[in-house]
């Protein structure tokens, strides 16, 4: 059995607006292995997305904690969180969030760039990546003339260049077609033999095919838990 690399204890969240309040979360515990392919689903409104955010430091619990590697990410100082965000964490958008304007390298190396790397040893790593997934050939061309399943493929390798312990991707193949959507799945499920993915998606047929675990959320609580895994 796994050693958690995230637990989630006791966790809610409320938002408030205006006069009234809105309970997101209600009291959610999990623990996720290091390594595999977590599916969370839900209807819109659920607070899935929440949970995502919650993960990431982006909000803060109202209730409970978010631990990763036993400690509480709601404790962390803002150059601690931003940390975590850069180094222990991958995010995969359904938009990709690319600059279409710049090279697929450059976009793949924005994460080290950002971290302070040095230029050389960025392009080396990125082109490195690029490789080990057979992606070299897109090195040098512009991100705008790739096709919506090649711009996924590379913001996913963003999201490992810094080699994170989770990649947290939130519909990440909203905007693609069958085949497409398909390859992301199993590109993400690749890279989960060695990291944590937890994906947020609509499409159970499709991530339930590749995903290892499934956790659906209703109403800001865990309504179905296929089984931890840790």
């Known amino acids: 059995m796994q050693t958690p690399v995230l637990k989630i204890i006791q966790l809610s969240k409320t938002f408030s607006l205006g006069k009234n309040d809105f309970l997101a979360l209600k009291d959610i515990s ?20 929440t949970l995502l955010n919650l993960i990431a430091g982006i909000h803060k619990p109202s209730e409970g904690h978010v ?18 965000r ?15 304007k710049q090279s697929v390298l450059f976009n793949v190396i924005l994460p080290l760039l950002i971290d302070g790397k040095g230029i050389a040893k960025a392009y080396e790593t990125g082109e490195q ?3 080990l997934y057979g992606m070299e050939e897109m090195a040098k061309r512009d991100v705008a003339k790739l096709s919506g399943g090649e711009k996924q493929r590379v913001a996913i390798i963003r999201a490992i260049i810094n080699n994170p312990a989770i990649v947290l991707a939130d519909e990440p193949t909203g905007a693609l ?4 959507a398909e390859r992301t799945m199993l590109f993400l499920k690749e890279i989960s033999s060695e990291r944590l993915v937890i994906v947020v998606s609509h499409d159970l047929e499709l991530v339930r095919s590749y995903s290892t675990r499934h956790i659906e959320i209703k109403d800001g609580k865990v309504a179905h838990d296929s089984g931890p895994i840790c």
Do not use: W
């Open 30 to 49: 999990i623990a996720f292995p290091k390594t595999g392919f977590v599916l969370i689903s839900g209807k819109s409104g659920s607070g899935k997305s």
């Open 67 to 84: 631990f990763y590697r036993d400690k509480a990410i709601d404790a962390m100082s803002e150059r601690h969180l931003c940390a975590y």
């Open 86 to 100: 850069n180094r222990e964490l991958g995010f995969v958008f359904q938009q990709y969030n690319l600059f279409d």
């Open 129 to 131: 990546l690029l490789k």
């Open 177 to 180: 077609d069958r085949q497409n």
